[in-house]
C-alpha cells in the first residue's frame, strides 16, 4: 500500500469540504469528545466530499462507527488500540493506522499487522501536551529499518520548511494539523502542501 506524501489531519467535515477540493488525497477526520450522532454525522458529510475528490479518508478512534458507516479506514492511538476489537476491524475489511511513540509502543503496533505506523512527534507540537521529547529525523530513520516496506508516517511539528528532512530519513507520507489549520490562509497554505509535495507522490 501507498500513501499520498501530504497527509492532512482535521477536526471537522467542515475542514474537508474547505481544503479536499484543493488537491488533498489523504485525510484524517480527528474528533475528540463529541457525541456518536455527532460523529456520525462528521463522516458522512467526509466520505461524501472525499468520493468526489478522489481522496482517501480516516477516521480517527471511533472503529465501531466508521464500520457501520462503511468507511475503509481506521487510525487508532495506543489506548484505543488497547480497547479495539481489531479482528472486527479486519473483518470489516477496515485498513488500520497505528500511532507510536517508543520502541514498546512500536512493538505493540507491529503486533497487530497495522496498513501503516505513525511515529511522533518529530519536533515540538502545539496540538497537544506529550510525555514523549520531540523524536527528531534520527528517529525516523530507525523506525524504517524496523518497519521495513510498511508505510511511515512522520507526524508533530511539520511544516514545507521541514519536509526535505523527514522524507530524507525515510518517512512515506507528512502529517500535518496546525501548520494549516492556525494558519492565517488556510487554502493558500494547503496548496503549497500539494505542490510541495509532489516530488515524492
Partial sequence: MKLDPFYLVVDGAAW????V?????????????????E????????????ADHGCQLIVNDYWQIAIEEDCDFVHLGQEDLAEADVAAIRAAGLK?????????????AL???????????????????MKWQPQGLSRISAWRERVRQ?????????????????FAHGA????????ITLNAD??????EWVEKTARWR
Fill in 21 to 37: 477540493p484543493l488537491g488533498v488525497k489523504l485525510v484524517q477526520l480527528r474528533i475528540k469528545d463529541r457525541p456518536d450522532s
Fill in 172 to 179: 512515506d507520507s507528512a502529517a500535518v494539523v496546525t501548520d
Fill in 39 to 50: 460523529i456520525r454525522s462528521e463522516i458522512r458529510r467526509a466520505k461524501a466530499v472525499c
Fill in 186 to 191: 488556510p487554502e493558500g497554505r494547503t496548496r
Fill in 111 to 129: 503486533a497487530v499487522k497495522p496498513d501503516y505506523v505513525a511515529l511522533g512527534p518529530i519536533y515540538p507540537t502545539i496540538l497537544k501536551r
Fill in 96 to 108: 488500520l493506522g497505528v500511532s507510536t511513540h517508543d520502541e514498546t509502543e512500536l512493538e505493540t
Fill in 16 to 19: 474537508i469540504e474547505r481544503l
Fill in 150 to 166: 510498511l508505510p511511515l508516517v512522520a507526524i508533530g511539528g511539520l511544516n514545507t520548511e521541514r519536509l526535505e528532512g523527514v
